[in-house]
């Protein structure tokens, strides 16, 4: 998915957040943000924010829906350029159309992982199918380190298996005790005794999680990470803290084990995301992620005149302009608290 603001926010991020300091589990909520068009479809960004820009290597979050794209026209995203990072789409419903300057055209569908590397350069398009009647879904960015950042461009797909989640169910409740409270789909790293065998260039973990009503289940997670949890539906409790949906909380690195229950009468269904702080310096501009002013200016201009980044076959339309540059040159907002 492309960042389609006029006028993107200046980002830059690194080094490990402050352990020592606020809440165990910090909430991050969401501003709206319109795709475009007169019936722009609108998303709700966690990531980046001025709270916190970076959770591992995740530094971008789009949640959606659920949209009735009769009524908004669903997504509709023209050929655009990334470097520096990676896409990771994930649907709960619809469906929707990939098509990049590799030739890869395939489909987004709920429980399937497309990953696409854009490293050196890579343009795509996402078009929601005319199968689409509820679309639904998150839209990830994974940040490439600095050795890796112009590796070549790729796509994967992948479809994980539903894992189950134990835990201990509500008093009252034909299974209450420990027993399968809900499941796991594990798209990268690794939880719940499941393995994601798709490749990162950092330690990473992505997970859709589902918890039965009431129900309560710890998970071993680790250590070096930091998490976040995005909520889709549902109210839960991460740790000591309840979290409302939408909303984004973030737990720093040191727990050896994550309390997730769930406070309603219906099941929850959220996105737990994690990894090492990055622990490096990043400057983001639109759909690029560089170490520079230099970086993201040559990526723009190769954009604009039509070089590095391939041709999208098949969309039916004309691929994204570039923003303009800011008039300053791009200058850090300071590391991550």
Request: charged share 20%; glycine share 12%.
């Amino acid at each position: 998915m492309s960042n389609t603001e006029t006028q993107p926010a200046v980002q830059r991020c690194g080094g490990s957040p402050d352990e020592e300091t606020g809440p165990r589990v910090e909430i991050l909520t969401p501003r709206d943000v319109p795709l475009g068009g007169p019936r722009a479809m609108t998303v709700r960004r966690t990531l980046p924010q001025r709270a916190r820009t970076l959770i591992g290597a995740w530094c971008f979050a789009d949640h959606y829906g659920p949209d009735d794209v009769a009524a908004t026209g669903g997504m509709d995203v023209a050929p655009h350029p990334h470097t520096g990072l990676q896409t990771v789409s994930w649907l709960f419903s619809g469906e929707i159309e990939h098509r990049d300057s590799l030739g890869s055209h395939a489909f987004v569908r709920p429980g399937e992982l497309n990953l696409m590397t854009g490293g050196h350069g890579i343009s795509h398009s996402e078009v929601s199918t005319a199968r689409t009647t509820i679309l639904h879904g998150v839209q990830l960015w994974v940040a490439l380190p600095e050795a890796h950042r112009d590796t070549a461009p790729d796509f994967r797909h992948y479809e994980p298996r539903a894992v189950p989640l134990t835990g201990q169910a509500p008093a009252g409740d034909e299974a209450a005790g420990d027993g399968p409270v809900g499941e796991a789909r594990v798209f990268l790293g690794s939880l719940a005794g499941d393995t994601s065998p798709v490749p990162t260039f950092t330690p990473l973990l992505g997970a859709e999680l589902i918890l039965e009503p009431h129900a309560t289940v710890t998970l071993d997670i680790d250590t070096r990470f930091e998490h976040g949890l995005l909520l889709d539906r549902g109210e839960v409790r991460m740790a000591d803290t309840l979290l409302s949906p939408a909303e984004l909380g973030y737990l720093a690195p040191g727990s050896r084990t994550l309390e997730l229950t769930n406070t309603t009468d219906a099941a929850a269904r959220m996105v737990l995301l994690g990894g090492p702080p990055f622990g490096e310096q990043i400057v983001m501009w639109w759909n690029f992620i560089g170490r520079s002013h230099e970086d993201i200016t040559q990526a723009r201009e190769d954009w604009m005149t039509g070089s590095r980044f391939g041709e999208v076959n098949g969309y039916d339309g004309d691929r994204l302009p570039a923003p303009e540059l800011p008039n300053l040159p791009l200058k850090p907002r300071g590391d991550v608290r």
